[in-house]
């Protein structure tokens, strides 16, 4: 049977969103305190929260197992510390990554006078227990308009951040009236979510801080109606994951 193919759009509004005071953060998929069974991950892509940290705060020194986890900083600046012992800032248009593996803990603060602003990404990892790692790499803004840059990849690109999963992370920015396209394959997953402006993919329209998640096996085209920036996740639709048709057939003992 041929594969069913959607594109569904998450409006801005329909996100999880918590204010903590110091934090403001929305939750694209159920994390910590919000569950939802319909929304756990979307292929290989387990979490997307778009978060904002107040100045002279942030997150004490806390545990991660078993997780690509990637942080893209859109505005400001963070201060990384962890027990791998690498202690870094993360500024504008850097993209950091963890493999948090068989386990790590680490602390981010926000030391400056302006709020940070970033996205932190968590992709499921292909190999169990592998030894925590570290990555950082900065890009600027021109290296990613009127086009989509890759930025983190466990895909053997190269110049960008790696990690542990057959998947790649894009910013892209397009002026207005321009487009692209995007080249899927079978078994692949696409989300997209819209930092600024106007955005349609394969005419859906979307506006600032919606969400795409793709179920395609075709090439999508986007096309800018403002300028528009936004990141780009390609992974595996996970679809398949349990049991083998084999299994499924049982077996009398």
Same mark, same amino acid.
């Given at each position: 049977?041929?594969?069913?193919?959607?594109?569904?759009?998450?409006?801005?509004?329909?996100?999880?969103?918590?204010?903590?005071?110091?934090?403001?953060?929305?939750?694209?998929?159920?994390?910590?305190?919000?569950?939802?069974?319909?929304?756990?991950?979307?292929?290989?892509?387990?979490?997307?929260?778009?978060?904002?940290?107040?100045?002279?705060?942030?997150?004490?020194?806390?545990?991660?197992?078993?997780?690509?986890?990637?942080?893209? /900083?859109?505005?400001?600046?963070?201060?990384?510390?962890?027990?791998?012992?690498?202690?870094?800032?993360?500024?504008?248009?850097?993209?950091?990554?963890?493999?948090?593996?068989?386990?790590?803990?680490?602390?981010?603060?926000?030391?400056?006078?302006?709020?940070v602003?970033?996205?932190?990404?968590?992709?499921?990892?292909?190999?169990?227990?592998?030894?925590?790692?570290?990555?950082?790499?900065?890009?600027?803004?021109?290296?990613?308009?009127?086009?989509?840059?890759?930025?983190?990849?466990?895909?053997?690109?190269?110049?960008?951040?790696?990690?542990?999963?057959?998947?790649?992370?894009y910013?892209?920015?397009?002026?207005?009236?321009?487009r692209?396209?995007?080249?899927?394959?079978?078994?692949?997953?696409?989300?997209?979510?819209?930092?600024?402006?106007?955005?349609?993919?394969?005419?859906?329209?979307l506006?600032?801080?919606?969400?795409?998640? /793709?179920?395609?096996?075709?090439?999508?085209?986007?096309?800018?109606?403002?300028?528009?920036?936004?990141?780009?996740?390609? /992974?595996?639709?996970?679809?398949?994951?349990?049991y083998?048709?084999?299994?499924?057939?049982?077996?009398?003992?």
């Open positions: 049977m041929p594969e069913v193919e959607s594109i569904e759009i998450i409006r801005a509004r329909d996100r999880h969103f918590t204010d903590f005071g110091w934090l403001q953060t929305y939750w694209l998929f159920s994390f910590a305190n919000y569950y939802d069974p319909h929304n756990i991950q979307f292929g290989a892509l387990r979490i997307f929260n778009d978060d904002v940290v107040a100045p002279d705060t942030g997150f004490p020194t806390h545990p991660h197992e078993e997780m690509e986890i990637i942080t893209i /900083v859109l505005d400001g600046e963070m201060t990384h510390q962890d027990s791998m012992g690498n202690k870094a800032v993360i500024r504008a248009g850097d993209v950091q990554r963890m493999s948090a593996g068989t386990g790590l803990t680490h602390s981010e603060f926000n030391l400056a006078e302006q709020s602003h970033f996205y932190q990404i968590w992709i499921l990892p292909e190999i169990p227990r592998l030894e925590p790692g570290y990555d950082q790499r900065s890009f600027t803004p021109d290296h990613w308009r009127n086009r989509l840059l890759p930025v983190a990849s466990g895909q053997a690109i190269e110049n960008v951040v790696s990690f542990h999963s057959d998947a790649t992370i910013r892209g920015q397009l002026d207005a009236g321009n692209l396209s995007f080249d899927n394959t079978a078994g692949r997953r696409i989300f997209a979510y819209l930092t600024e402006g106007e955005l349609t993919i394969d005419g859906l329209f506006g600032k801080a919606d969400q795409a998640r /793709v179920d395609t096996e075709k090439s999508i085209c986007l096309v800018a109606g403002a300028d528009a920036e936004f990141i780009l996740v390609d /992974v595996p639709s996970c679809k398949g994951w349990g083998s048709d084999r299994t499924l057939s049982g077996e009398k003992r």
